[in-house]
């Protein structure tokens, strides 16, 4: 168990629908990270926040957008979803932002039909 | 355009031989590099790192190699073990900006160890 925990386990939505991804980090971890593992792909970054700012942006597509709240907490926002978004969606926390392992959390797997 | 890559997308070894794991990088900018084991349905494992000041790195069973000039790097477990068997994605970082590391991941290669 990483620490790392992320709701919902499995969604299963249709194209155009909106979602919302959560993800708590470790205790005591500032930054949080997003991952998109597609079918046969590594996993591609999507985006970072440090303490509440956003850090680091990836290939992150204007329909998703992402925040971390005051208790670090994370939420990852898909909106207008196409069938092309099905995937696993990871979350990582560490405990700074340069050089610090990353602890992933047991994915959330989206299936849009 | 993949900057990391995974050109084994599995292996086999047998219970107690070596397993080596490559990755191969075209971005001449990361400077530190980790391997993370995954096992289905959890989310990679965190296993080893290596800077790019050095050559080796070692923990346990556990040995990554880094060849800078060919912007290759491989991954050594000796002796292999049935609970080895995953995925195990490379990785790779920038770090010596200071800012973010964000982490660019290769495709993976799935690991089966045999009796």
């Known amino acids: 168990d990483s620490g790392v925990t992320q709701t919902p386990k499995h969604l299963i939505t249709a194209t155009g629908q909106r979602v919302t991804l959560r993800c708590s980090p470790r205790s005591g971890d500032l930054s949080v990270y997003w991952y998109q593992q597609s079918l046969d792909q590594g996993l591609q970054f999507l985006i970072q926040y440090y303490n509440g700012e956003e850090r680091a942006k990836g290939n992150i597509l204007e329909r998703f957008s992402a925040q971390q709240f005051p208790d670090l907490h994370s939420e990852l926002n898909l909106s207008s979803l196409e069938l092309g978004d099905s995937a696993l969606y990871f979350c990582a926390s560490s405990v700074g932002t340069v050089k610090e392992t990353q602890y992933f959390g047991p994915g959330t797997r989206l299936l849009v039909l | 355009d993949q900057q990391v890559k995974q050109n084994s997308p599995s292996l086999s070894v047998q219970e107690g031989r070596i397993s080596i794991l490559n990755c191969d990088y075209t971005?001449?900018?990361?400077?530190?590099f980790l391997w993370y084991k995954k096992y289905p349905a959890e989310g990679p494992t965190f296993l080893i790192s290596i800077s790019s000041i050095k050559d080796k790195n070692e923990d346990g069973r556990f040995t990554v190699f880094l060849n800078k000039s060919a912007k290759h790097l491989s991954l050594h477990i000796v002796p292999s073990q049935p609970g080895d068997s995953a995925v195990y994605f490379c990785a790779a970082s920038v770090i010596n900006t200071g800012t973010a590391s964000k982490l660019t991941f290769g495709t993976g290669t799935r690991l089966q160890v045999t009796l």
């Open positions: 971005n001449s900018m990361f400077d530190y």
